[in-house]
């Protein structure tokens, strides 16, 4: 008699709860969003006060070099999504030689990714350097200070994304068993990861093409 009440009795759905870190990182991300859509109203708004100094500034960009390093930051998009894969179904580490990307894990993925940002903030360095050689700096004009403030606080963020991924490296290596947690965080990485290369395409079209 028990018996049939118990089986006959309606089964309680289980309630699947959103991932509090994944949506507390897309709600700062919206904060992010907002941030950077200040400095392109800044960028827009000097521009637009300065008659055709943007235009002849410009001049001095070197397109082609800009050009190589946006299509590194975006590889390293689809390299950072790789490893975020490989982390959802639990490869850490590479299962096969070191050239058979098909069995890379997280690891593997990550510090290939990291070294394509690392390569891209060098590379940006450089450009700053060969800016000020000729005569931009982000005291020299409005320009000077657009450009500067609108490429250096990205830069910021490529940077902080750097150390996140030794972050998520580092506590792969550390924790006995590669759980739910550690994968969140590489999902986490890879969110902060696609929007820096979304602000960098929007600054990069911007900056470089619409001048």
Known sequence: MSTTA???????????????????????????????????????TLRSMSGDLFATEAEKLNVVFATINTAILLA?????????????????????GRLQFAKWGMIEWFYLT????????????????????????????????????????????VTAGLFA???????????????HKEATSAHVISYYWHFVDVVWIGLYLVIYWLK
């Open 114 to 157: 990291y070294a394509m940002g690392a390569i891209f903030v060098v590379l940006q360095v450089f450009e700053y350097v060969e800016l000020v050689q000729h005569g931009v700096t982000i005291q020299s004009n409005s320009y000077g200070s657009a450009f500067y403030i609108t490429t250096g606080f990205h830069g910021l963020h």
């Open 165 to 179: 991924f030794l972050f998520v490296i580092g506590r792969a290596y550390a924790v006995k068993r590669f759980g």
């Open 6 to 44: 118990l089986s006959s009795s309606p089964t309680v759905p289980m309630i699947r709860r959103p991932n509090t870190v994944a949506v507390g990182t897309i709600v700062w991300l919206g904060s992010e969003v907002m941030f950077f859509a200040g400095l392109f109203a800044i960028y827009f």
């Open 76 to 96: 390293s998009s689809f390299t950072c999504q790789a490893g975020a894969n490989a982390a959802e179904h639990g490869l850490v580490r590479r299962s096969g």
